[in-house]
């Protein structure tokens, strides 16, 4: 008996790739009578894919479902090309979604699935985070992403197709060695003999998010004690020494990843070495993760680096992932920091009571050359802009929704 986890009763988005887990997910949420839109996302990757897209269109015309094709045009593309697939397949569904109207999709992962990313992370030296998996719900912009068949095992979910008389297709990649996933798969099998099982390290990655839930509420009340994020973004951290150092690095890299808008963290030695500097009670000024750091009376202060933000463009809703900007007539108005420049065209900018960091890397308006406005520096008479979440938005970022 195969058992979806839970789902809210609201209208879902299916992202079916026409493989065992996808389909199967397909035909079980139809079963129970979900309401449904489904997206394939063909990656142009393989000859074989466009027709795999029919057949899975074919499949949801006979279940009355709405069916998409979403096409990834790849570039010309160096790297990771695993990794840039599935973040286009990412941002490709999320876009669907929102013009269908969704707000969750739910993805086929196993729990084989999550074995092989727990025994992955754990041979890339992942700590408590990592070692938690993959999470059944997971909140990102506009769509929560959810996984009711991490309990569901891969060969239980091909038995039940055959069962349905429903066929699915193989991705010959799943058998291709030189990626580290089959590399994963083919090494449970000789692990299982010895208790290291997919069941067993599913169990762990629960264990492990036990875990990271009581460091999470940790790392909020002390991040409610000691942080403070000014309206020009600005946050200042003040007794960070009593805590534990776990606590104390998921403080800093959460604040980091924050002021950045990165959404990761930076890696972990250079993150240890800013904590130490933050610990060791002299002045310092450093760069990490798109963020200046340094240590003033009122404790460790983290702003922008202006470096790291886009130059000047078009005025958009969101600037720079944290700054939410709504301006009724903004053709003729371009966006960037104020920067060292802007500033000093901001006579007043002291009556601000913002720092000087700040405000060179808040948003600034533009026009022909010249400064229009500067909101937080008390320049020009624009509103509508403000800081997306403020500071209860950097405490809700601290935990893992």
């Not at 074989?48 to 094709?69: I, R, S, T, Y």
């Not at 009376?297 to 992932?321: F, H, Q």
């Amino acid at each position: 008996m195969i058992t979806l986890g839970p789902l809210p009763d609201a209208p879902l988005g299916v992202a079916i790739s026409g493989g065992g887990d996808s389909v199967a997910l397909l035909l079980l949420l139809h079963k129970a009578g979900f309401k449904l839109r489904a997206a394939t996302v063909d990656h142009r990757l393989r000859p074989a894919a466009a027709e795999e897209a029919l057949g899975v269109a074919q499949l949801c015309k006979k279940l009355d479902v709405p069916h998409e094709v979403l096409v990834w045009n790849a570039p010309d593309f160096k790297g990771n090309l695993q990794k840039a697939a599935r973040e286009a397949r990412r941002a490709l569904l999320a876009a669907w979604a929102k013009r269908q109207g969704l707000r969750d999709i739910v993805l086929g992962h196993t729990l084989d699935d999550q074995a092989e990313t727990v025994l992955m992370r754990l041979a890339r030296g992942s700590g408590v985070d990592g070692l938690a998996g993959m999470a059944a719900l997971r909140r990102e912009a506009d769509v929560t992403w959810h996984r009711p068949l991490l309990e569901a095992r891969r060969a239980d979910l091909r038995a039940y197709l055959l069962d349905a008389g429903v066929g699915w297709v193989e991705d010959p990649s799943n058998d291709d060695v030189r990626y580290d996933r089959v590399k994963a798969r083919h090494a449970l099998d000789i692990l299982a003999p010895l208790g290291l099982s997919s069941v067993r390290l599913a169990e762990t990655a629960a264990h492990m998010r036990r875990a990271r839930g009581a460091l999470e509420t940790a790392t909020l009340d002390l991040a409610k004690r000691s942080v403070r994020v000014s309206a020009a973004g600005e946050m200042v951290l003040a007794g960070l020494e009593d805590a534990p150092r776990e606590v104390q690095l998921r403080l800093l890299a959460g604040a980091l990843g924050w002021v950045s808008g990165a959404g990761y963290r930076p890696r972990f030695l250079a993150l240890e070495g800013l904590l130490g500097a933050c610990l060791s009670g002299a002045r310092f000024g450093k760069t990490l993760h798109g963020c200046g750091i340094s240590r003033k009376k009122t404790g460790i202060v983290i702003n922008r680096e202006v470096a790291a933000i886009p130059a000047l463009g078009p005025v958009e809703k969101t600037w720079d992932r944290r700054w939410e900007i709504n301006l009724k007539d903004t053709n003729k108005l371009q966006i960037r920091a104020l920067g060292e420049d802007g500033l000093r065209c901001c006579t007043h900018w002291r009556d601000s009571e913002h720092s000087r960091a700040a405000l060179m890397a808040s948003p600034s308006f533009w026009q022909g050359g010249l400064l229009q406005a500067a909101p937080m520096a008390q320049f020009g008479l624009i509103l509508g802009v403000k800081l997306v979440g403020g500071e209860k938005g950097f405490y809700n970022s601290l935990i893992t929704h």
